[in-house]
């Protein structure tokens, strides 16, 4: 008989309906039931395409007797942590300061009050490897609950007061600078993989935002170092098994050094990241390399994440049926010589193996291999590029075949933000108007179903019905960022106007003492505290992300309020770039912007088709193409009000023209793209 959790529009809320546990959703009803049986709540957070959140669902959640021993000991919350990051933050911040060590799936034990006394993540059926059991933990907690009562009162209350008085200190005044960029560049360095590309050591995690603050450095300043930690980390990964070489996007991290063996989830977030960024260094560069895998990865997301409304689903299980009936990870991806030869004949079979990396002995389990472009092969201009597109494509049929993994329905909208900046920006870059429609599309759909009264934000939806969950800082900032990137490709004012409302909401409601941000709103519930984590994880903080948009839209309106704002936020990447600067890359490439003005280009034309239409179009790609960072761009009609930039802009001698203006100052209107490129590039 389905629990509590049928209802509930979250697809992994969903996965666990069906179990013997009585789950309830996280709601004051539930700890309110927990008051009334004077039991604790047992708290469980994980997401739908997490893979141990599955295997400790299979071996506790729906065996029968741990089932009933928590039914009648505990109440059990279940949260999806996509759908609450607010409560995901507030008490893995807990589990890590009393641990030393997190993860998903998160487990733990608070009083109804909601203060937690008790901390863990998977914890197995039976003990093993230094773990107890989960039953032996369910044990031990309900003894102390019942035997030891005023102590786990003691514990938790303390637990709540250190929480409380963790105050951010994030730097004091004013924003980074030369100095603090420079040295966020030599810290890099330092934990440069010279030999593999990317930071540090396994597990390896793709590094977006670095990577990005990297092109920008480079762009500003013209350090060749920055651009070849870049250049060289985006082919390494390209190359390795945590890009799908046959289907396009990135697997969520690779377990190894080598970027060989993934973590086979796919996440929304990691694609539109990486797309923008590979998009980005083929701007800087010209790299094929880069431009194919912007382009692939754009069209991964489109194929596989695009939803019948429109928007972009959240992520791809790494497990799926392996054809036995064994439901296990990277099935659908990995491939044996034999499983080669049937799809491709003997020789084509020896011709991928070579090309991919394909080993009898295997590069991943029971003899299988995760294609990966090996270095001295994978190099279509020397196998011969028709060849390798036949194979491809064949493996890519047979794939098909395979069961697919599970896909995460919901629609995140800081996530879809980020989506419909890289699809606008690609589509522009590579002449591919399908994706700004698809962008374009995305972006219909949050404005319909997640913007309410007064432009307040949902953070999720599913099958076009909006969620119950308030957005939080990151969906006001992503959701803005991506509007901010579709007005400067598409030339339509509504989108800056949509992201105006965006950020005057988290002037409003989410900006803090002396610049500060918080992930919350003012008006959001109350947890035992209120999150504030300025550092990227595995996508921008809301914090660095608000401070991006809020610099952008400054830009675009020469509005005070937001610049200033944009400017307090910094501050904490004053404080934390040269420190850490892998965990605050999009603060640093927020700062590289504000250094470099950011650069304000109006491009106007003539209305209507013709020479002249075709003209500002030529210059509207040239402004679109510069790398100058976080240089944004107004295209439209002199006449027109859509974008402040525009304003007493006219054409120049009745032709199309470009305005570059920089730190209050403005070059000489031009018409001439090359000369507009030499501008923005100096």
Not at 92 to 107: D, I, K
Not at 147 to 163: F, H, N, Q, Y
Request: aromatic share 8%; glycine share 10%; net charge negative.
């Amino acid at each position: 008989m389905p629990n509590r959790l049928a209802h509930e529009t979250s697809p992994y809320l969903l996965q666990h309906a069906d179990n013997p546990v009585d789950w309830w959703p996280w709601s004051t009803e539930a700890f309110d039931e927990a008051r009334r049986r004077n039991v604790p709540v047992l708290l469980s957070v994980g997401y739908s395409s997490c893979h141990w959140c599955h295997v400790m669902a299979h071996e506790s959640f729906e065996d029968d007797t741990t089932a009933a021993y928590v039914n009648e000991h505990f109440v059990a919350v279940k949260v999806d942590r996509e759908e609450r990051p607010d409560v995901d933050a507030v008490y893995m911040e807990a589990v890590q300061a009393a641990t030393g060590q997190g993860g998903w799936p998160m487990t733990v034990f608070l009083t109804p009050d909601a203060e937690p006394f008790y901390f863990g993540t998977y914890f197995p059926p039976e003990s093993r490897h230094g773990m107890p059991s989960f039953g032996d933990v369910l044990d031990g907690v309900s003894r102390a609950w019942t035997e030891r009562r005023d102590e786990v009162d003691e514990v938790a209350g303390r637990i709540v007061k250190d929480l409380a008085g963790r105050s951010l200190a994030y730097g004091g005044d004013g924003v980074p600078g030369e100095e603090e960029l420079a040295q966020a560049l030599l810290g890099l360095t330092r934990e440069y993989d010279a030999t593999r590309g990317g930071f540090g050591g396994a597990p390896k995690f793709p590094p977006s935002m670095a990577l990005e603050f990297l092109l920008r450095h480079h762009a500003r300043t013209g350090a060749e170092g920055a651009l070849q930690m870049a250049a060289d980390t985006c082919e390494a990964m390209a190359r390795g098994g945590i890009y799908d070489q046959l289907g396009g996007g990135f697997a969520r991290y690779s377990v190894d050094r080598d970027w060989v063996v993934p973590h086979f989830e796919k996440m929304l977030y990691d694609n539109a990241l990486l797309c923008r960024v590979y998009a980005h260094l083929w701007r800087v560069t010209g790299s094929e390399l880069a431009r194919r895998v912007a382009l692939e990865t754009a069209d991964f997301m489109v194929r596989e994440l695009r939803t019948n409304e429109g928007g972009f689903a959240s992520a791809l299980d790494a497990d799926s049926d392996d054809g036995t009936g064994r439901h296990v990870e990277g099935a659908y991806y990995v491939w044996t010589p034999e499983q080669l030869a049937e799809v491709l004949g003997e020789e084509d079979a020896r011709f991928a193996a070579r090309y991919f990396g394909v080993t009898e002995d295997g590069t991943f389990e029971e003899g299988s291999s995760v294609l990966q472009l090996p270095p001295g092969e994978g190099d279509a201009a020397v196998a011969g590029a028709e060849r390798v597109a036949s194979v491809k494509e064949r493996l890519l049929a047979a794939r098909e075949r395979r069961e697919r993994p599970g896909r995460d329905d919901k629609i995140v909208a800081a996530w879809n933000g980020l989506a419909i900046a890289a699809l606008a920006e690609t589509g522009a870059f590579f002449d591919r108007p399908d994706l700004v429609e698809r962008a374009t599309e995305a972006a219909d759909l949050l404005v319909r179903l997640h913007m309410g009264e007064g432009a307040r934000l949902t953070r999720t939806s599913k099958d076009g019905q909006a969620g119950a969950n308030a957005g939080v800082l990151e969906d006001y900032a992503d959701v803005a960022e991506g509007f901010l990137a579709l007005a400067g490709v598409s030339g339509e004012g509504a989108w800056l106007e949509f992201a105006g409302f965006l950020l005057d909401i988290v002037l409003d409601q989410f900006v803090a003492e002396g610049g500060a941000l918080y992930d919350t709103a003012h008006d959001a519930e109350s947890l035992i505290r209120r999150p504030q984590d300025p550092t990227d994880n595995a996508a921008p903080s809301g914090w660095t992300a608000a401070a991006g948009a809020l610099l952008s839209y400054a830009a675009h309106t020469g509005s005070e309020a937001h610049r200033a704002a944009a400017e307090g936020a910094l501050g904490v990447v004053k404080a934390l770039g040269p420190r850490a600067p892998r965990f605050i890359g999009w603060g640093l490439a927020t700062a590289e912007a504000l250094l470099d003005g950011p650069r304000e280009i109006a491009v106007v034309g003539p209305a209507g088709e013709g020479d002249g239409a075709g003209a500002a179009r030529a210059l509207h790609r040239t402004a679109l193409l510069a790398d100058a960072p976080g240089a944004v761009v107004a295209f439209g009609t002199p006449d027109s009000d859509e974008f402040p930039l525009l304003k007493d802009r006219p054409l120049v001698g009745g032709a199309a023209a470009a305005y570059v203006c920089r730190h209050f100052a403005c070059d000489a209107p031009t018409t001439d793209p090359a000369e507009l490129a030499r501008s923005l590039a100096r």
